[in-house]
Nanobody, 124 residues
Framework: EVQLVESGGGLVQPGGSLRLSCAAS????????MSWVRQAPGKGLEWVSA????????IYADSVKGRFTISRDNAKNTLYLQMNSLNPEDTAVYYC?????????????????WGQGTQVTVSS
């Protein structure tokens, strides 16, 4: 059974940082691309970032480029999202998602498993 369990969310002041983790199990983690996706209050899902399975190549949404860094540790079956310079617009539930592919893409239709999410709130 595929399981994705996010952690690391919380309340942070504007300009602060958080590091999210996603523990994966039930599949060969190193084989698949992974993404982070978020949902702000009252809004739809927004793709944030993806990382390839093989070369570790990454892509980012324009809204987080230069502030967020996605990474993975295949030995630990864990996906990470380092978030710096956070602002209130980053407030959302953050989900990790497993891709059907080896290469990360923006299309959410290519993701077949999702975690339960972790809340990130940016507020003073």
């Amino acid at each position: 059974e595929v399981q994705l369990v996010e952690s690391g969310g919380g309340l942070v002041q504007p300009g602060g940082s958080l590091r999210l983790s996603c523990a994966a199990s039930g599949f060969t983690f190193s084989t698949y691309a992974m993404s982070w996706v978020r949902q702000a209050p009252g809004k739809g899902l927004e793709w944030v970032s993806a990382i390839n399975s093989g070369d570790g190549g990454t892509i980012y949404a324009d809204s987080v480029k230069g502030r967020f860094t996605i990474s993975r540790d295949n030995a630990k079956n864990t996906l990470y999202l380092q978030m710096n310079s956070l602002n209130p617009e980053d407030t959302a539930v953050y989900y990790c998602a497993k891709s059907k592919l080896r290469v990360g893409v923006r299309d959410l239709e290519e993701y077949n498993y999702w975690g339960q999410g972790t809340q990130v709130t940016v507020s003073s």
